[in-house]
């Protein structure tokens, strides 16, 4: 088992926040009426793609019922399914849709995770619940390292989150911190960090987040991690 995947193993097995183990645990058991047949994941939900990533991408939690549900990471949820279409469409992904962990999704050059691996309360971590989880991103961010090139943050809390836990990884990161914006762009001691508008329903719906916005980030990332898009 290679060191990427030992600490995926590691993180499904944390019971960390009290609040997050009782909530992803009871979703699990009550489950969503057109998911009642499903035996639900109901754990932490480890990164997901290739231990020698070129590119990160960097969400916030799992959905109740989504990654949640089915123990990948934008897997089953209306979120993942606009997120994997746009991979697909730039060339990232084996196939536009993700809706199991054995659907034989791959990834090319790309791994996804999120600052909280549990699902939280109304999509709302706590920043207790997203400093105890950051220990996880480090050493994950440690582990891509050598391979690391380029970074997209869906969301400010995921650019929160993701900030501190870059610095104790070891890239240097100004103060004050860069602030969030969909198209921000800083360079970290060779990292490209990019942040992105969430693909949350509430943003694509609204069309703050078209597909077109979110195809130009991930192009305009994977070319300077040297992916063929």
């Known amino acids: ?30 489950k969503r ?14 990164g997901f793609g290739p231990s020698d990533a070129r590119l990160l991408i960097v969400g916030l939690a799992p959905a109740a019922h989504g990654g949640n549900r089915t123990g990948r990471m ?21 196939q536009p849709t993700s809706v199991a962990a ?16 549990c699902a939280p309360p109304a999509n709302r971590p706590t920043p207790g619940e997203r400093e105890t989880c950051r220990a996880w991103l ?3 961010l440690g582990l891509l390292r050598p391979t690391l090139r380029a970074l997209v943050v869906l969301g400010a ?22 602030a969030f914006a969909h198209g921000t762009h800083v360079v970290l001691d060779g990292l490209d960090v990019f942040g992105c508008f969430h693909v949350s329903q509430r943003n694509t719906f609204t069309g ?22």
């Open 74 to 94: 934008f897997t089953g949820d209306r979120s993942g399914d606009v997120l994997y279409q746009a991979l697909y469409d730039v060339g990232l992904a084996s």
């Open 157 to 178: 809390f995921g650019w929160q989150a993701t900030l501190p836990a870059l610095r104790e990884a070891g890239w240097t990161v100004p103060r004050p911190r860069p």
């Open 33 to 46: 009426a057109a998911f009642a047949g499903q035996t639900y994941w109901g754990r932490p939900v480890p």
């Open 208 to 229: 703050r987040l078209t597909p077109a916005m979110l195809r130009e980030v991930l192009t305009t990332a994977a070319g300077v991690a040297g992916l063929r898009t």
């Open 138 to 140: 480090v050493q994950e």
């Open 1 to 30: 088992m290679d060191a990427l995947a030992d600490l995926d193993r590691r993180i499904t097995g944390c019971r960390a926040c009290p609040r997050l183990v009782d909530w992803r645990e009871e979703v699990a058991r009550t």
């Open 102 to 117: 054995d659907d034989g999704l791959e990834l090319y050059g790309v791994r996804v995770t999120a600052p909280v691996h």
